[in-house]
């Protein structure tokens, strides 16, 4: 089953980089009585992902902060020291922007945001999408129809929704 807006979340846990290495992240934390911003990208480094859709979150972050969200998040499918070191590469660390792997797919699979697209090396992926999550609820979501393209999910166009 594919999320929808007015679904909850389900319970997911993800992982990132801390001062003293990977460290476990309840998604059900980051929510609980907060205004969230969810992207999600096929891979770090890929090229849409890393040139287009993590700057549109990284330009729009302060204009998000003015309309109350407490947290920008990129989830992409990959392990904990990938985000980190594409957090700090692009500058999305710097910009406060929180970078979560999902290196086993469970969160992307369980919201039926998964994908698989062997010839480019990509298997059990996230399809490109961006949502805005309160208290646990999916209040936007913008799902691309191409991997390869960041129309709908670019920060500028969820700022809208907010």
């Given at each position: 089953?594919?999320?929808?807006?007015?679904?909850?979340?389900?319970?997911?846990?993800?992982?990132?980089?801390?001062?003293?290495?990977?460290?476990?992240?309840?998604?059900?934390?980051?929510?609980k009585g907060r205004k969230v911003v969810i992207f999600a990208v096929p891979g770090a480094y890929t090229p849409t992902c890393h040139s287009a859709h993590v700057p549109s979150f990284i330009r729009t972050k302060d204009q998000f902060d003015a309309k109350g969200v407490d947290e920008i998040i990129c989830v992409s499918v990959n392990d904990p020291f990938v985000m980190g070191a594409w957090g700090e590469a692009t500058g999305a660390t710097k910009a406060g922007i929180t970078m979560l792997g999902d290196p086993e797919s469970g969160f992307t699979k369980a919201i039926g945001m998964d994908f698989t697209a062997p010839p480019a090396g990509l298997i059990a992926r996230s399809k490109r999408y961006a949502m805005v999550v309160e208290d646990g609820v999916v209040t936007a979501l913008h799902e691309e129809e191409n991997p390869g393209a960041c129309e709908v999910s670019a920060g500028e166009a969820l700022l809208e929704a907010v």
């Open positions: 089953m594919t999320l929808s807006k007015g679904d909850k979340l389900p319970e997911a846990t993800l992982v990132q980089m801390g001062a003293e290495g990977p460290e476990q992240v309840a998604l059900a934390d980051k929510t």
